[in-house]
């Protein structure tokens, strides 16, 4: 937690649950990932927060952005980037966004498919276009694999084609996961990459640029590899395989540019034993899967959690959100203690969620009102 984050939930005591986000710390992880990769140009993954205080401090950055939807991209406008440095990053786009798009002066595309393919050809002709490679997720906490991306084979046919459909056959993506805390799965995609690359320049196809997509992690309760290690590893892996003839590199972070900027305050409704002696207590939190937690979804994402009674005896305790949903258990089966002496009433903070929370909340679920935000 940032000391501004801190002096801001002592002094104003806002009421839970909520994400506080210290803007200053976007431009901190921004910086660092630029001076880690100081080759590759940064598309800020607008999915993890859209909120715009976040997107108005990037544009004064310089910063592109990687937009899943038509609304996240005139939520870019909006905040003043140009359609030039917007992707249209998802591979499942309906026609009228894509339309929407290019008339906004959006000319990046990404696609998977040969049906996807052709509907940028006829919706945002000439547009540059790049092909999402399937790669491995291994070592990703939060894996976005199966859904998206296609075999090298495939990829290899449709830039061929996106060139006859009068495209721009501008470079490959792929993305090896969100959370992902293995370097090597970056040099795994790269070869892969390299590969094809070479393989369309012999088939007279010269491919510009290779956006290396997300993963960066963050700290939550275990320590991972720091930002310069992942920069180090990947520029390692650009020249091993590339050479000297290193291609345009994109980057497009989420979690690592807004996760660790924000926290989330919540506060214990009840701490319950519900009859039995030998099984941990529960705590229910004013915030759960449905409150803008849905990365717990499989345990996946297991947040550190703060309380004020920190250093006092812990015990084990299963978690859970305020709904009367069974599905709304945050943490069951991963280890977590909290203070024997916690009570409902408790504040407690969740650290490093400033992404992908806010906008996972649902809006009116079991009647309680979305989560507050607080940009600082
Ligand atoms: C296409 C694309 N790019 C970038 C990201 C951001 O990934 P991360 O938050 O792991 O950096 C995502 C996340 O879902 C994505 O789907």
């Excluded at 104003?12 to 976007?26: E, F, R, S, W, Y």
């Excluded at 978690?319 to 002496?341: K, M, N, Q, V």
């Amino acid at each position: 937690m940032t000391p501004k984050i801190s002096q801001f939930l002592a002094e104003k005591q806002p009421a839970t649950p909520c994400l506080v986000v210290d803007v200053d710390a976007v431009e901190e992880r921004y910086r660092a990932l630029q001076a880690a990769l100081p080759l590759a140009r940064i598309y800020y993954a607008v999915k993890a927060n859209p909120a715009r205080p976040i997107l108005d401090r990037l544009v004064s950055l310089g910063s592109s952005f990687d937009a899943a939807s038509w609304e996240e991209i005139e939520m870019c406008l909006d905040a003043g980037a140009r359609g030039e440095d917007i992707s249209f990053g998802n591979t499942v786009k309906k026609v009228s966004a894509i339309r929407c798009a290019w008339e906004a002066g959006v000319r990046l595309f990404v696609f998977d498919s040969e049906e996807e393919l052709d509907k940028i050809a006829r919706h945002a002709p000439g547009s540059r276009v790049y092909c999402r490679l399937l790669v491995d997720n291994y070592g990703a906490e939060w894996p976005l694999s199966r859904k998206f991306g296609t075999t090298v084979e495939s990829a290899r046919e449709l830039m061929l084609r996106a060139r006859d459909l009068g495209l721009d056959p501008y470079g490959l993506s792929f993305h090896v996961g969100s959370q992902q805390i293995e370097t090597d799965s970056y040099e795994m995609a790269i070869s892969r990459v390299a590969a094809l690359v070479s393989d369309l320049s012999a088939a007279g196809l010269d491919l510009r640029m290779v956006n290396l997509g997300g993963g960066f992690p963050i700290r939550y309760r275990e320590d991972v590899p720091d930002i310069d290690t992942f920069g180090e590893a990947i520029s390692v892996a650009m020249r091993k395989h590339f050479g000297n003839a290193l291609p345009e590199m994109l980057v497009e972070p989420g979690r690592f540019i807004a996760g660790a900027a924000g926290v989330v305050s919540a506060e214990v409704v009840l701490v319950s034993k519900r009859g039995r002696e030998d099984g941990p207590r529960w705590v229910y939190l004013d915030i759960g899967r449905f409150g803008g937690l849905a990365e717990t979804e499989g345990e996946a994402i297991r947040y550190a959690i703060r309380t004020a009674r920190d250093g006092e005896e812990t015990g084990p305790v299963a978690l859970a959100g305020p709904t009367c949903d069974g599905a709304d258990i945050l943490y069951e089966r991963s280890p977590y203690a909290l203070p024997l002496s916690l009570e409902s009433g408790d504040r407690i903070e969740l650290l490093n969620a400033g992404a992908y929370v806010s906008t996972y909340c649902s809006t009116r679920f079991n009647g309680f009102a979305p989560l507050a935000e607080h940009y600082i």
